[in-house]
């Protein structure tokens, strides 16, 4: 396995099929708004309108003048004729007489002549039609002026950014009931290995169910991608091309878990290699699971070659997977990996010089977060359904003791 | 304002509805696996069939008997003849003679008679049709038995779980390819306020869009549930009270967002109140945004007064609504919060007695995660658009002073 002599570590693996990949994202469509949650903007939004629209009272109260209210205290309140109800949901119908008064709700339109409101805590009624002044108030007091949020042609949301409910809502504040987002990548995957059968079929002695299709697919609808299965291919190098070639030509880019032995592994990179320029880039990455991991690009698609043990697979894909999916989206806002800081219950050791991860359970304590390693004898999936996250053990490190504060990335 | 005198704690308010609804929570559905990300799980899984199914090699190697290696070194190797190989993805033809080895791939089922695996790096094949084997082994070596992982009847996914990525392939690696999943909560949405008007008309002075209609709708897909729109209502009784009367008849609970003043507030709650028994258990929670929230169970169903403010509703959304879509639908595990600890950029006023919200943006610094809080003049949405996540500060606290490191909820 000459491949494996030389073990790049992943940041420099990743780095490596990046630079061969082309810069370009992929085209935008425009969608309906309310369709639009996890989807990515190519363009920044700019506001066309003013937020808000109008000034606005942020109280429930009095509109008035504040030179009106000059001196009024408790004990020496001020007296201003009424001269009206501020409708919600329209303009007043009137302009604000100096020397008086209008009853405003929270959130509507501040009457002309008016420049601050009081609270209603602040007055009273006494007599019909005239309001007890109990305090002064500055103007501007209690009000939001016109544009005091977004003026016009300011940006809002940044390019790169996926959309959140937030973000939904502040289209919506502006009409932005379309949006233009990136297309979905499509990602192709395909499982081989003569072991390998589909789920619903009973696995014959030597056989195993797939997995990896599926959880695949989960983790590349999760990251916002739309997953394309291309089902189970043995350990033919006729039947991986053919699958590759349908894959590539459908797909933005293709994951390949090969089969579990090192032959399978060296024919799926061999056959990768033919499927375009400049062909395989990195095969073997100094990381613990996902040492065979191979990384490729074809004619400017990206394919992963994934280690077939199912754990490593979702691994690997955290770190290869999602990062090329992020970048054909053009996502550079709210793509951070969401991580907490634990306490490691027990040690951990590793071989320096290379990465690794190990699936943790989250325990809440007293003294905050604990992280609690989870051990199986193989790298069952159910070992990675039993994880909170995964500790990464920097690959300068020969282990981790127990006692220390670790980042936990969230699953 | 009478019912604001006596302001009830965020958890307090929270349990306080909780011990009002029903224990049950919703029916399930039997689904396909592939589509169930996310989903939950009512009953616990159980494996049915053992993993491995067989005895497996985990490794590229030579099965064999281990006592056969006995005292094999390199400088006094062991020459085993070999009996065959064993064939990926089915059961070797063959029993394993004493004295003999077999070429077996990672993965592969183990013959009989085998009790380990030599790995390929200690054997050399020098002359054809026998092994050199240059390190012994140990009975057991290697291999996985059957059943190692999982025996028949093991619990492999707990009852309340979420199903994400690896549970998604673990009930796959069990040939689970349906799965009975709790129905997904259906929560109507009513956005009220004479002010408010459809994000796709033009707004005349005095009105602003619907935006919480939009911005919750998202909020309750995230959290894998069913957002039903109810539409926006008026501040008139009537139209507010059928439009709830709908909601009730066909969602599994129900969010109002009052209008933005008290009397649209003490409005909303007087109607609520009517729905049925209970009705309004509180009105009023200690907390900045959304003191002026409601909840209320009414006949069996939650009902949560939400502020009209857009920024308030979110916040008070993922307080109150998400851990009863929780509830509904069983979720006990993986439904914790996700977050982060922060290093506080500036000091934080709060009011010794209320619990607070502040949106804060993370930042990566040297000296890991930095929490820098986002102050616009209103509660704008797009302010929660620049947030990657939200301190609380505790209601014992006056504040948090810069530099401290603080709790960071993600959004």
Redesign the interface.
């Known amino acids: 396995m000459p491949e494996f002599l030389e073990l790049l570590p992943p940041a420099a693996a990743l780095e490596k099929m990046f630079a061969s990949l082309p810069q370009a994202i992929l085209s935008t469509e425009k969608i309906d708004?309310?369709f639009a949650?996890g989807r990515v903007i190519n363009d920044p939004v700019l506001a066309h309108e003013p937020?808000?629209?109008?000034a606005r009272s942020?109280v429930?109260g009095y509109a008035l003048r504040a030179a009106d209210t000059y001196g009024a205290t408790e004990a020496l309140p001020a007296y201003l004729p009424l001269a009206g109800e501020v409708?919600?949901?329209?303009?007043?119908a009137f302009a604000l007489p100096p020397g008086t008064a209008a009853s405003i709700?929270?959130?509507?339109?501040l009457p002309q002549g008016a420049d601050a409101v009081l609270m209603?805590e602040y007055t009273q009624e006494s007599r019909p039609g005239e309001l007890e002044v109990l305090r002064a108030v500055g103007a501007g007091e209690n009000i939001?002026k016109a544009g005091?949020?977004?003026v016009v042609g300011q940006e809002?949301?940044p390019a790169g950014?996926r959309l959140?409910?937030?973000?939904?809502?502040?289209l919506?504040?502006?009409?932005?009931?379309e949006v233009e987002v990136v297309r979905q990548p499509r990602v192709g995957i395909i499982s081989s290995?003569?072991?390998?059968?589909p789920?619903?079929?009973?696995?014959?002695?030597?056989?195993?169910?797939?997995?990896?299709s599926?959880?695949?697919?989960?983790?590349v609808?999760?990251a916002g991608a739309e997953p394309v299965r291309y089902g189970i291919v043995?350990?033919q190098a006729a039947a991986l091309e053919a699958a590759l070639q349908s894959a590539l030509a459908e797909c933005d880019l293709v994951v390949v878990t090969a089969?579990?032995?090192?032959?399978?592994r060296d024919l799926t990179a061999a056959i990768v290699n033919r499927m375009g320029q400049p062909g395989v880039l990195v095969h073997g990455v100094n990381v613990k699971p996902g040492k065979p991991t191979i990384l490729a690009v074809c004619d400017g698609k990206a394919v992963i070659g994934l280690p077939?043990n199912?754990v490593s697979a979702?691994v690997i894909a955290r770190i290869f997977l999602i990062p090329v999916i992020e970048k054909l989206s053009g996502l550079t806002v709210?793509g951070?990996r969401?991580?907490?800081?634990a306490r490691l219950t027990v040690n951990l050791a590793s071989q320096a010089g290379r990465e690794d991860y190990i699936p943790v359970r989250?325990i809440?304590t007293a003294d905050g977060l604990a992280a609690d390693p989870i051990f199986?004898?193989?790298n069952?999936?159910?070992m990675?359904?039993r994880?909170?996250g995964l500790v990464r053990i920097p690959a300068d490190a020969t282990g981790l003791g127990a006692g220390m504060i670790v980042e936990v990335e969230?699953?």
């Open positions: 708004t309310i949650l937020l808000p629209a109008f942020t429930d409708p919600m949901g329209a303009a007043p709700h929270t959130g509507g339109m209603m939001l005091e949020d977004v809002v949301l950014a959140r409910p937030a973000e939904i809502g502040g919506m504040a502006l009409g932005l009931t290995g003569d072991e390998v059968v789920p619903n079929q009973a696995a014959q002695p030597g056989q195993v169910r797939d997995i990896n599926y959880s695949l697919s989960a983790l609808t999760q043995g350990d089969g579990s032995s090192a032959s399978t077939g199912p979702l709210g951070a969401r991580s907490a800081q989250l809440s199986y004898k193989s069952l999936i159910f990675l359904a994880a909170d969230y699953l």
